[in-house]
Nanobody, 120 residues
């Protein structure tokens, strides 16, 4: 099970830190990633991080967004800075359950329910 938190409303230029806690068979988490989706649009990959801490980011977001994970706490984080109105979306965390990693949705088999971020 994946549970996201930390979303909310923030002003333009502000920052938010999202968290995602994994429970259950956490030894099989594998790669973890953040995605976001606006109603009517496809889910977009933000970034991912494998068990060794190697990260992959969407080029358009890597200057402002940072992914990290605490394996001991089975927690994934997303630090978002200099937020813009176009960052408003539902943010989801997901895991692949194995060593496959990247930003392709088809790699990720386990998803949280999402946390809403609104920038205005």
């Amino acid at each position: 099970q994946l549970v996201e938190s930390g979303g909310g409303s923030v002003r333009v230029g502000g920052s938010l830190r999202l968290s995602c806690v994994a429970s259950g068979a956490t030894q099989d988490i594998g790669c973890m990633g953040w995605f976001r989706q606006v109603p009517g649009l496809e889910r977009e990959g933000i970034g991912s991080i494998d068990s060794d801490g190697i990260t992959t980011y969407a080029d358009s977001l890597k200057a402002r967004f940072t992914i990290s994970r605490d394996n001991a706490k089975s927690t994934l984080y997303l630090q978002m800075n200099s937020l813009k109105p176009e960052d408003s979306a539902m943010y989801y965390c997901a895991t692949t359950g194995d060593r496959v990693c990247g930003l392709l949705l088809r790699y990720f088999h386990y998803w949280g329910q999402g946390t809403q971020v609104t920038v205005s």
